[in-house]
């Protein structure tokens, strides 16, 4: 991709620009972190110079923190929303597990994670960012394919939805401290296991 002329008055600008832009810098948080990633390397990256991006992120704080807000949206548009009409009640979970940090994600959601703790004393604003555009996000929304899975009688009603999505997202966090990156197994088996620790307690007594 070349770099986009410049707009006159009133012209929009080149959303795969725009798209090219963001997947770079969100690329490059996950692989090298946010004190490596430099305007430079994101203009680079997406195959720009370094005004276009300026034109559109004042900084490299705002561009991570828009970043982190397309990977979630992308990711959400690619995968459609969980079929909770003709999946049973075990399988939306396992799903709805899979899609917090798995690997069909590319693995670099939960890179980014471990990279913005290994900074977090040096740069806590990264950490809050992290939290409202990246993790928030995931876990509302496998909070709210609980609840929905409760309202139609699926679930226990008495669980905990907020604890078991830190369980499940603790869970990924666990599993990259104890193997690396380059190490997890298939995610679909570690969600499953996941929720199989967990089903006699998410779970309706006669379904236990």
Known sequence: ???????????????QVQDAILRAAHDLLADEGYARMTIGKVAAGAGVGKPTVYRRWPDKHAL?????????ERRQTEVGALDLAHASAREVVTHAVQRLFGRSDDGS???IVAKVMAEADQN??????????????????????????????ALNADIDLETVADLC???????????????????RARASRLVNGLWPYLSRAADT
């Not at 991570?64 to 979630?72: D, S, W």
């Open 1 to 15: 991709m070349t770099d986009e002329t410049r707009p006159g008055p009133g012209r929009p600008r080149d959303p």
């Open 109 to 111: 959601g939960v890179r």
């Open 64 to 72: 991570a923190t828009e970043a982190l807000r397309y990977a979630f």
């Open 169 to 187: 997202l603790g869970g990924y966090l666990a599993a990259y401290l104890m193997t690396g990156p380059d190490n997890l197994d298939d995610d």
């Open 124 to 153: 806590p604003a990264l950490l809050d960012t992290l939290r409202t555009e990246a993790l928030q996000p995931r876990r509302e929304l496998f909070i709210r394919t609980l609840r929905e899975l409760q309202s139609r009688g």
